[in-house]
């Protein structure tokens, strides 16, 4: 057992993780202050190609790939088609503040949570054990392997258990598409009544 | 390379599909009844639908009991790579949740047909959503907790959102969403933090782990233990992390707040209950002065903004904070007695509530719009058995003697004062005699005549300029005149909603009457959780 | 014989059952002679159990009816306890049900839903037979709990009127309080003796150390307070003088506000065990009954004055628990039952008779209306004032006997408080029966002149009637000198080792006797001075009194305001946080969406702002935890 920060770390891992880290957060940042919602969907593609990166940095290169591909790909190129397809591409007004010194408490107060995260992992001791993944993978074929072993075995009762969420999502999503196709024939001025939902 | 990877072929874990039975069975029946209903023409016939999800549930109740006897037989085991673990306390959950899909499947038949909404997503989610909370009690690894956690909340966040024709349906759906994704987040970087410390996301694996390490500082297992304490906490709606509670109880259709008050809070606390103690048994010093907080918050804010509630939804949702903390007492003991107090009050909560909300389907009527308390007025006149039921119900959650209510609330009081928590046990009886008032009321207001001028202001409020000495009656009330004009709807009862709720009110009354059928199963359930 | 415990029981449950199934249907008439006759049937089981048991050489039975907690360490059964204390408790209290019950078909001819009055009477028989029959602490909670309620609904039986509506809500909110001290009491026995059987329970006594008997007594005395309206909780009860009369007569007067009582009575092997504790019972008696005689002097409505009386005479009891004499409380809730159920039947038949008044300014020279009246209430006034060879002259004396014995000093506590029980009940008499008749001529606020006060029909004095000849004769249960063959025999082996036994020198009893009697004399006699001609003296009803002594807006202050603030603040909060989003939600349709939308995010950010602050409190938490572990 080492503790988190005496573990000796490569200076090319540093410097790899904080370029990741740093891409996340100005994605994540542009997300939730963009006021176009297309520039908002590009951030979103910038934090997830920070995810990849981290990936990268951890030697899991079929999860960056698949990162890449799945996610900042198909993903956000799917909302990007929703935003274009609804028309809902114009400016936000995110200066008006509902309640006043919101944003500036949500900023303190999530400052404080991730200290205390920090401060609390610091000092922990990091467990150099068996990880589902054991070992560093090498060879061009490691990754997959441990990865589909890892689906296979340990976790294969996770892995089956998400296609009931998908079967929730389908349904779902059928759902709400009616639903705001019956409001909207109730009401005949066809005032989208609750978008946030039905998008 | 080939020749390598075939060396090592991937041995598949072994299946115990026992164990994992009643899962198959409710989202099976929900496929079975989206495929049908896909295939015949004009969709399902609605009876029909709900008479498919009785059964389903009835199925999966069936074999749970079938669990129930091999459980006695063998003792509790786990399997598919020890993710899944069999013994009396997942079957115990997974009896309640099936009992609950039951109930709220009768009730929501009459809600659907009255708000004229297609039934079968309603039910298939309903169905699935029930899955995700038995998978929650029979996980025994934090992954497919979380996956569980998702497939619960998930459906229900549509299920809320489900009639199209009420605004609140909508933005109560929108809040949980945002909120509850806000709460999965801080779930699952609880689970990764646990993982980094422990190497591990098996529950036995941590176990073994935290036997054989002492860390000399756990820091990151705490913050990993907090996160999910907030996660879990959020699910059971527990003070602080109740904001949600009143706007989707009162927004979310009726019978879905029924199903979703007794179903998310069953798998919320399952989970809650097999991580601290199963897994995190050892820290238990750490985790019980935050359950302990989480309690006193919940039995006070529960019960004094119960008190202050016209709209009857609205109430429940705070009831429902209340009875949170009071399950919480039990949590906090984390003793046999404890833990079996608070599965006993678990379940004879999830069938008061289902009930009660059930009654609240009926008298709400068309669009959910008569939820004031006012429009229950005379209710034991106007429809006996419905207003019988509410009465049995209520005074079931206020904890009245000859209902399950009165050994809930026995059960875990005495576990606390047993571990010596009698502040919080005093507490939780002060809570008790503030949110028995507020049962109480709504009580007598359906009890009176519909006739009396002032029946509702008799309890509810203190009229006109009062003498010093009727202060302190007036303290708890609702301190607002309530209009004594209120239309009193028609209530709209059908024979199978209302076979629904007799049945909750059965279950309260007889099991409260002899109770010791419920309370030996919830000691069977506790002895294999805690061993 | 013994078997017939569970009938007396089932009577009343059967006339409930059958009222309030069929009642509505039968009409006032046929319910209220079923009602009635159903207490009476339960009175004759009573009997024939009682006889059963004088013929028993142990004369403890446990009837075992069903086991209904099996599991655990919790092991309860629905089971009654037969032994003297319990029947004698049973035997007046039917014996006085059945009584109020014929007076009420008379009394409430003519009110509105006079069916439900018998649907709660009869519920409220049983409700107090479970009490008392009860052999464990839970069946006795249950009982509890059921007078409780049934009281409720009682006192808010007028509940368009609005002082009735809110006492029901005072008496509600004060028993409340006193059901978590029988609660607590319960939790505390439970964990050191792990059984709620008073049998079982005394079994195990040797559990308990001194300081959780003390605990145990104190939770029990609170528990006591609530329901017999001891100090601080004894001001419910003037403001349930709201029911019916009979109601007041059977419930606050003769029957369930005695239950606390007979709980410290019936945990008698407890109550040994804490010196400490006694004494606090005992003070708090004997300050319950000087405060209360004191206001009592000043009342003027004339069920307020007998409430007070209740309320001080309870206290009475109470002193003598404190003091160990348990005989002595015994003897006088029984005497106290007959007489002052029979001057609440007797208000009561001035208030018919006067047309809803009750005022004592507006009577006067009422003997001359109502005779039948005046004569019994003359004997219920003789007793109460401790006249001898009266009723409470016996009764109070063995009370003010242990207590000379134990607390001199409570003992002239005792003593003044006797002399003002005379007085007030003197003053109460003088102004209601003698003097000038003031009822006939408009009262300065406009309440119009009352005419021809009549005598009320002849089933509400034949109660009267049989109540006063039970209060001439039921001092005879446990006259001094034959305390060997009387009710001090039956109950000893209840109370066993601990009951307090006076052997003073027949000497000093008989100059005790001497003083409790002047006392009353020396009462009767200043009332008489005072009162003799007419209600205006002003100076003998400080407002202090009138006001008693300022309880309630002593509790408003430090309990109602504070309370209804934080409610309201709570309401507020709720309203303006809360609330704003589903009103929003209810002009979704009408109010732009953009508006909506502005409330919504706004909601659900402030939602999550609490949520992360919460998670932050645990982290921080942790983080002190982690390094100071």
Known sequence: ?199 | MITELATTMIKMPSIDYLAILPVLILIGGAVLIMAITAMVPGGLRRDVATAMTVTTALAALISSLVEWHRVLVQGATTTIAHAIVMDGFSVFMAIAVSSCVILASLIGHDYLKREDISSAEYLILALISAAGAVLMASANDLVVIFLALEILSIALYVLVAFNPRRAESGEAALKYFILGGFSSAVFVYGIALTYGATGTTNLTQIVDFLGQNTAQHPGLLYAGLGLMIVGFAFKVAAVPFHFWTPDVYQGAPSPVTGFMAAVAKIGGFAALLRVLLSAFGTQAATWQPIIYALAVASLLLGALLMVVQRDVKRMMAYSSINHAGFILLGVEAATTRGVQAALYYLFAYAIMTVGVFGVITLVSGNGDRDTDIASYRGLLRRSPLLGACLVVLLLAQAGAPFTTGLFAKLGVLSAAVSVGSWPLALIAMVSAVISGFAYLRLTLISVRPVGAPTDVDELGVETGVSAPMHHLGATLMLEEELPTEVEIAHVGVSPVALTGVTLAAAFTIIFGIVPGPLLSLAHAATMSLLG | MIHFAPVMLFFPLLGFLVLVTFGRRMGEKASGTIATVAIGLSFVAALITFLGLLGQSNREVTENLYTWIPVGSLHVNIALLVDPLSITMCLFVTFISALIHLYSTGYMHGERDATKFFVYLNLFVFSMLVLVLGNNLLLTFVGWEGVGVCSYWLVSYYFDKDAAASAGKKAFIYNRVGDVGLLLAMFLIFDKTGTLNYLDIFGHLGSFTTLAATMAVLALMLAAAGKSAQIPLFNWLPDAMEGPTPVSALIHAATMVTAGVYLLCRMNPLLSLSPDGRVVIAIIGGATAFVAATIGTSQRDIKKVLAFSTVSQIGFMVLAVGTGAYVAAIFLMICHAFYKALLFLGSGSVIHGLHGEQDIDRMGALRKFMPITFATFLIGWLAIAGVPPFASFWSKGDVLDSVYRHYPALWVLGIITAILTAYYMSRLFFLVFTGKARFDEPAADGRPAIHDPHESPKVMTIPLVVLAVGTLLVAGIDLPWMHAHTLKAFLEPVFTTNLYDPNESSGLQIILAAVDAIMAVIGIAVAWVAWRNGPDRPKLEPKFLANVWYWDNFYDAIIGRPGQRLAQEAARADVAVIDGAVMGAAAVVTKRAQALRRIQTGQVRHYALFIAAGLVAILVFLLVKAFHP
């Not at chain 1, 956000?76 to 408490?105: C, H, K, W, Y």
């Not at chain 1, 089956?160 to 709400?176: D, H, N, Q």
């Open chain 1, 1 to 199: 057992m080492t503790s988190l920060l005496a573990t000796t770390v490569a200076i090319p891992d540093v410097i790899v993780f904080a370029a990741g880290a740093v891409m996340i957060m100005i994605g994540a940042l542009g997300v939730i202050t963009s006021r176009n919602p297309v520039h908002a969907a590009l951030s979103l593609i910038l934090t997830l190609f920070g995810i990849a990166v981290l990936f990268i940095e951890q030697q899991a290169d079929f999860l960056a790939a698949v990162q890449v591909i799945v996610y900042a790909g198909a993903i956000v190129v799917l909302f990007l088609f929703v935003i274009m397809f609804l028309g809902v591409d114009r400016n936000e007004d995110l200066d008006a503040e509902p309640l006043a010194g919101q944003r500036s408490m949500a900023f303190v107060i999530v400052l404080m949570a991730v200290g205390a995260i920090i401060a609390l992992g610091a000092e922990a001791h990091w467990v150099v054990g068996p990880h589902s993944v054991s070992g560093v993978p090498g060879g061009p074929y490691q990754n997959v392997y441990n990865l589909g072993r890892s689906v296979f075995t340990t976790y294969l009762f996770a892995f089956e258990a998400t296609a009931a969420l998908l079967v929730i999502a389908v349904v779902g999503a059928v759902v709400l598409a009616r639903r705001s196709g019956a409001a909207n024939a109730e009401q005949p001025d066809g005032q989208p009544e609750n978008e946030e939902v039905a998008s």
